[in-house]
C-alpha cells in the first residue's frame, strides 16, 4: 500500500479576511486608521439591503448621512479600552471605519432606514416607487 | 455571508482557568485570562 503523504485535511482551515484600509482622498486630521467595512448588499423587490460589519462602534458612535447622493457609513472605535495594552500578537487591526455610496436615483433618500446591533449595521435604502416593477395593463 | 465562528487557542503558561472573564460588546468578545500565581513575577531578595 503507498502511505505517501495523499492524505488531505479533511478540515479547511477558515481564512483569516485581511481588512481593507481606505484609500484617503482627502486627507485627515485625526491620527487614526480606517478600514473600509465588509459589506453584503441584497436586493428585494421593494428595497436594498445594506449589511456592514463594524466590531466595537456602537449606537452613539456611528454616522449615516446622504450628501451629493452619496450615502457615507463612519464609526468611531473607542481606543481608550485598548490603552496600556502591550500587543503579543495581532491579527485584528483596531482602527475606525468608513465607507461610502453612490445612491441612483431609484433610491428614496428621504426613507433610508439604519439599525446597529452586535456592531452590524443594516441600512434599508428603499426603491423609489418609480423604479418598483409594474405591470402595464393593455388595453 | 453569515455562520458560526469557532476559534480555539492553546495557552504556552500556566493560567488560572477559575478567574477568566469573558465580555462581549459591539461584536468584540474580550477574555481577560490571568496568570497562575506561579508563573508570576516575582522579586528574589539576596539576603
Given at each position: ?8 485535511p479533511d ?11 481606505v484609500e484617503?482622498k ?7 486608521r480606517r478600514?473600509?467595512p465588509?459589506?453584503d448588499?441584497f436586493?428585494?423587490?421593494d ?19 446622504v ?7 463612519e ?7 485598548y ?7 495581532t ?9 461610502s455610496?453612490?445612491l441612483s ?5 428621504e426613507?433610508?432606514?439604519a439599525?446597529?446591533?452586535d456592531g ?6 428603499p ?13 | ?7 480555539t487557542f492553546?495557552?504556552p503558561i500556566?493560567?488560572e482557568p ?12 474580550a477574555?481577560?485570562?490571568?496568570r497562575?500565581e ?10
Amino acid at each position: 500500500m503507498n502511505t505517501g503523504d495523499t492524505a488531505m485535511p479533511d478540515q479547511q482551515e477558515l481564512q483569516v479576511q485581511q481588512k481593507r484600509e481606505v484609500e484617503k482622498k482627502p486627507e485627515s486630521t485625526i491620527p487614526a486608521r480606517r478600514f473600509l467595512p465588509v459589506t453584503d448588499i441584497f436586493e428585494t423587490s421593494d428595497a436594498l439591503k445594506v449589511i456592514l460589519e463594524m466590531p466595537g462602534v456602537d449606537k452613539e458612535s456611528v454616522d449615516v448621512r446622504v450628501e451629493n447622493d452619496v450615502l457615507t457609513i463612519e464609526g468611531q472605535v473607542d481606543f481608550t479600552k485598548y490603552q496600556g495594552l502591550t500587543p503579543l500578537y495581532t491579527e485584528y487591526n483596531v482602527g475606525n471605519y468608513a465607507r461610502s455610496f453612490e445612491l441612483s436615483s431609484k433610491i428614496d433618500q428621504e426613507r433610508i432606514g439604519a439599525e446597529l446591533k452586535d456592531g452590524v449595521i443594516t441600512l434599508i435604502l428603499p426603491k423609489a416607487e418609480k423604479a418598483k416593477p409594474r405591470k402595464i395593463t393593455v388595453r | 455571508v453569515w455562520g458560526v465562528f469557532d476559534r480555539t487557542f492553546s495557552i504556552p503558561i500556566q493560567i488560572e482557568p477559575d478567574g477568566i472573564r469573558a465580555e462581549y460588546r459591539d461584536g468584540i468578545l474580550a477574555l481577560h485570562i490571568p496568570r497562575a500565581e506561579s508563573q508570576k513575577p516575582r522579586t528574589i531578595k539576596i539576603g
